[in-house]
T-cell receptor, first 111, second 113 residues
Framework: SQQGEEDPQALSIQEGENATMNCSYK?????LQWYRQNSGRGLVHLIL?????REKHSGRLRVTLDTSKKSSSLLITASRAADTASYFC???????????FGSGTRLQVQP | DAGVIQSPRHEVTEMGQEVTLRCKPI?????LFWYRQTMMRGLELLIY????????DSGMPEDRFSAKMPNASFSTLKIQPSEPRDSAVYFC???????????FGPGTRLTVL
């Protein structure tokens, strides 16, 4: 079953704009991860944030985590056409080593 | 490293046939996961192994599905008999003990006619 719901389901922006995706989850977590999936391909890990962290940066990516609200957001700054993909949040807990994935956000960056 | 390797990349079969999907994890990774992705249900965990031992198979939909990991470098997911509703993309992923990041293979797109 899916742990997280992502919002929006689809997002279309122009190159150079920022893209923000949100993820909500239901249970206690140890970490939250974001993955990207290009059409017809496997998932690629982008960034991980632990439950005791509030914000993390990696290049043009910024992730925030609010454990009190059970939510996270992924910000992609200065988007490029190559950022076009589906983005998934995934949660991990302390007991179970597997990840539970959200429903995903389809991002389209128009050149 | 070649990453996680899956075969075949595409499989088209007829209802009732046996299907076997294969996965080679990244060398040194001791966790292996099988996921299924459909439009309706998204990305679902089917089963995962630790040190070749199945740990959680609660996501395996029914007895028609079985998975094995005979050694650290090979795993199979078998569907027998296959049904049209099994049509999906099946992903294999692996990770090391010290890390939470999972590395995904390219997936096998299964179509059951």
């Amino acid at each position: 079953s899916q742990q997280g719901e992502e919002d929006p389901q689809a997002l279309s922006i122009q190159e150079g704009e920022n893209a923000t995706m949100n993820c909500s989850y239901k249970t206690s977590i140890n970490n939250l991860q974001w993955y990207r999936q290009n059409s017809g391909r496997g998932l690629v890990h982008l960034i991980l944030i632990r439950s005791n962290e509030r914000e993390k940066h990696s290049g043009r990516l910024r992730v925030t985590l609010d454990t009190s609200k059970k939510s996270s957001s992924l910000l992609i700054t200065a988007s490029r056409a190559a950022d076009t993909a589906s983005y998934f949040c995934a949660t991990g807990d302390t007991g179970r080593r597997a990840l539970t994935f959200g429903s995903g956000t389809r991002l389209q960056v128009q050149p | 490293d070649a990453g996680v390797i899956q075969s075949p990349r595409h499989e088209v079969t007829e209802m009732g046939q046996e299907v076997t999907l294969r996965c080679k994890p990244i060398s040194g990774h001791d966790y292996l996961f099988w996921y299924r992705q459909t439009m309706m249900r998204g990305l679902e965990l089917l089963i995962y192994f630790n040190n070749n031992v199945p740990i959680d198979d609660s996501g395996m939909p029914e007895d028609r599905f079985s998975a094995k990991m005979p050694n650290a470098s090979f795993s199979t997911l078998k569907i027998q008999p296959s049904e049209p509703r099994d049509s999906a993309v099946y992903f294999c992923a692996s990770k090391g003990t010290k890390w939470d990041t999972q590395y995904f293979g390219p997936g096998t797109r299964l179509t059951v006619l």
